[in-house]
């Protein structure tokens, strides 16, 4: 009877195993994840029932199970790799405080009689019940706030809170170990192993709480370059507004002086007159583009300028017409690439950028090609600003992948033949 209780509070101990697996990290893909979970369940269940009854064996099991549940997320879970090893130490870390804190309870209950609490003992059955129970609601406790947070925690943050439970984890077995020998100080060490619990869990939700506000700073700095790059936009649009203007006003006065010039019999003169006027009032080397928006016209054709003024050849192919409901998402991206690829294609010998927009089907294609003078993946790979002041730029890349994402699409960065090329599929249809 007593064996058929210890298997049962085991098998229970890993089905919470396997919720706290699956619920905090999810499923890379969903498709026979019942057969994955009923595997890991069966293996987990194999180990510690099996192996924990061996003689010698029972440290040795603890790690096996912490290997096997990390192999399994490895393979079939979501989350960074350290997430993992998180959820891998998780079971250990939690269950140990937990059963060391009932035991203790229950102990003391018996009149510090510790044999009452160990298998076969009196309160053995209530012992394993509160102990299952709480290892249970902690898990939900953690899955419930993974759900709720909006980010992962960082490579370092994540470093230091495995730290942080491993030593938890060190303090915890040490402590028993000198409390079997002082069975009248079991209350202090009760109340020890109860804040060593608490503890890890209030780092745990102040880590996340960390990077919550961090990426809430992170989108207020976002927000605060578009806005800029709106201004900027709004600041192009009236001179090109005030441009073409000035031309209207002036093309009256070129207009009527080679009327006159006609009207006096000065047909070559007139003539003359016509090509000074375009070769200096009008810049022959700029080519405005349509896309039916005039935010992203303004915006593309003050690149063009910017090219024209630069000696940077730039080729625009654009097959799409765009509508209003998203141009200022539209013109935040083409900002950033273009501004991006006249910085980065300044340096080289024969400076080229290209232009693609098409429309696939429902989705938009865009790309943008710079020449480079070598290679920029390899040199930075995460693709950081080089500027000195780090808090004011440094946000085009992140700002062209959050409007991606908003969107629901993609963006490659890649090179090829002296190229760095942007790729962006875009979801701009509904």
Known sequence: MNNLIEIFASLAECSIIVRLCNGFLGFKNEKLKWLKTIVLYIVLALVDIFLCSLEGFENISI???????????????????????????????????????????????????????????????????????????????????????????????????LSC??????????????????????????????????????????????????????????????????EKFAVEARERYTEMKMLRHDVKHYLSATAELISDGNPEKAKSYIESVINEKINPTVVGVNTGSTVIDAVINRRLEVCAEKDIEMKCLIDTQFVSENDVDVSILLSNLLDNAIEGCSNTELPQIELIVKKKKSLTYITVKNSIASSVLDENPSLKTSKNDKSAHGYGIRSIKNIVEKYNGSVDFLEDNGFFITEIWLELEK
């Open 63 to 161: 790690f096996i199970v912490l290997l096997i549940v990390f192999v399994y997320s490895y393979i079939f879970l979501n989350g960074k790799l350290l997430e993992k090893a998180f959820v891998a130490i998780i079971p250990t870390v939690t269950e140990l405080p937990i059963n060391l804190a009932v035991m203790g309870i229950f102990s003391a209950v018996a009149d510090n009689d510790r044999t009452a609490v160990l298998p076969c003992g009196t309160l053995r059955i209530p012992v394993l019940f509160f102990s299952k129970a709480l290892f249970f609601f902690a898990c939900e406790i953690l899955i419930r706030i993974r759900k709720k947070q909006s980010s992962s925690l960082t490579g370092f943050q994540w470093i230091i809170q």
């Open 165 to 230: 439970f491993l030593i938890s984890f060190l303090i915890s077995t040490l402590l028993w170990n000198l409390s079997r020998g002082q069975v009248e100080s079991s209350p202090y060490f009760l109340i020890i192993f109860l804040l060593i619990a608490v503890l890890n869990v209030l780092l745990y939700i102040l880590m996340n709480k960390m990077q919550r506000d961090n990426v809430t700073k992170e989108e207020y700095a976002l927000l605060r370059a578009n806005l800029k790059a709106q």
